[in-house]
């Protein structure tokens, strides 16, 4: 399938004269189109007020279109309307070419909201879950608490739900062992890590923290996390918590105040009469924080003094949160304070640290929720993953599929390219590029599992660092761990068995980092798709300084950077 004659516009700096508009701005926009196109005359539609406007283009050479937007509203939508002289009559919208009247739902659209920090734009995340990647010398003088069922660093971990050692296996990975191994991070290209929690908590996972004052003693205290702090400063790279806003772990000390007659910490949750309480998806150890509660956000999200804003200071100076579940944050049935939870903790990030990155996550649709006064972006699961996961799994694997109740459908090029271009359009331009490109985390499958090809693998890596969004690697992906699903793949480093790495792939991925780094079209430039088919997809990344031809193929587990100009 040949895409290369259809019109193109997209939110990039050659297509958009600005990412970043004021409210009021005009701002120029750009289409190209073939220099045969039928097209004689153009029109923008955006609207006044929720009114429709028809604004004329003016055609300034043989392939591009050019009109003024202007940001009437926080939130711009636009479309392009193409007619020939025989009367036919074509819409772009930012999922494509149509020759029906679409809706509204895939217009392109600028936010007059504040960006995500600059720096993020160079972003290449590292997720590390901290029980798992590297024990310090220290962990060996550590108690090992109660709660927990002790596994050997080489023992593969229990996945499955019948079996608690899921939750309770403990390898005893510390923050110290973190600092020992940023060599590693750095030789790769990342320069930013993303732990998942570091509270206190009765699993192996910490999302159920019992206090958010504190870094579990397990990992090393507060002392080690300071410790990381400045090992990441010195060398330059940022580092991102990850935080449960929408509920706490049941023997968190705010939840135990409340089941132990607290008047005030019981409104922070949902109790029944009965005593029971509302939870995250029906598991008791998980109670739900009430948002409507003014309390409990001063504690957990709101000001100066709020737990979102206390790590952010010194010593640690977080330079950012990815916030869990935050799709059900502030949600509960007919109660719906989300995008007032987001925009709060937003806000208070931004009093700390101007420059603080927000990332929610979000396992399907995120569309509604990252408008641009909330979340900067998305673990773009639904955008980017469960696509590429799609075109690339193998026809044969056990990789478990994240969240549905049916395995990754195999697709061929096309429908994978109008996947990708649909949740672009769904999500504008510049939230697609403010969120996580994910192959695999601690919640799915990993990437090599799903694929079993390493030349595949590499193809997958391939498009993580050059479509449009931040890489993030879960520690493994670049030496090939596997892993059936979530918890299968919160497998250890082996950093003591290094025969075990698949090296052509860890060079692989620090080429790729390395191209990211160096060419601005990777990390800002616009995509243009050229072609598709079953195995091969060919597009390019285009930037005023720039342009890239990337071509994967998926037959002959192949993966080309071509720069044209």
Known sequence: MDLSAEPHHDGSPLYCSTQAPQLGEEVTVRMRVAADDPATRAWLRT????????????????????????????????????????????????????????????????????????????????????????????????????????????????????????????????????????????????????????????????????????????????????RLAEALDERGMHLVGDLTANHTGDTHEWFRAAQHGDPEKREWYYFHEDGSYETWMGYPTLPKLDHTDPDMRAAMTEGADSTVARWLKPPYFLDGWRIDVANMSGRLGAIDVNHDVARTIRRTIEEENPNGWLIG?????????????????TMNYSGFSWPIWGWLRAPETDARPFGR?????????????????????????????????????????????????????????????????????????????????????????????????????????????????????LREGGLRFLYADDDRIVFLREHPEETLRITADRAAGTFDVTQLT
């Open 47 to 226: 609207t006044y007020d929720a009114e429709p406007v028809y604004l004329e283009a003016t055609r300034t050479a043989d392939e591009w279109w050019e009109a003024t937007v202007p940001c009437h509203s926080p939130i711009t939508h636009y479309r392009w309307l193409l007619a020939d002289d025989e009367g036919a009559q074509r819409w772009l919208t930012a999922a494509g070419v149509t020759e029906h009247d679409p809706s509204d739902t895939f217009d392109f659209r600028l936010s007059t909201h504040r960006p995500a920090p600059a720096w993020t734009k160079d972003a290449i995340v590292y997720q590390v879950f901290p029980d798992r990647f590297a024990r310090s010398a220290a962990a060996d003088d550590r108690e090992t608490p109660a709660w927990a069922k002790p596994q050997t660093w080489d023992e593969l971990p229990s996945y499955e739900g019948s079996d608690d050692r899921t939750w309770l296996g403990f390898y005893g990975g510390d923050l110290d062992g973190i600092v020992e191994h940023l060599d590693h991070l750095q030789e790769l290209g990342v320069n930013v890590l993303y732990t998942t929690p570091v509270f206190p908590a009765e699993s192996n996972h910490r999302y159920n923290a019992s206090t958010f004052d504190a870094i579990d003693p397990l990992l090393g205290g507060d002392e080690a996390y300071q």
């Open 405 to 521: 109740p049916v395995p990754v459908q195999r697709r061929g090029g096309g429908a994978t390219v109008a996947a990708l271009r649909e949740w672009r359009a769904r999500y504008g331009w510049r939230a697609a590029l403010q969120s996580w490109s994910i192959l695999s985390s601690h919640d799915s499958a990993r990437i090599r599992t799903l694929v079993r090809d390493p030349a595949l693998h590499r193809v997958a890596a391939g498009l993580l660092f050059t479509l449009p969004g931040v890489p993030m690697i879960f520690a493994g992906d670049e030496i090939g761990l596997e892993g059936v699903n979530g918890e299968d793949s919160r497998r250890p480093m082996p950093w003591d068995r290094r025969d075990q790495w698949d090296t052509e792939t860890l060079g692989f991925y620090r080429r790729m980092a390395a191209l990211r780094h160096e060419h601005v079209a």
């Open 361 to 377: 996550e979000h396992n399907h649709d995120a569309s509604t929720d990252i408008d641009g006064d909330g979340w900067h972006g």
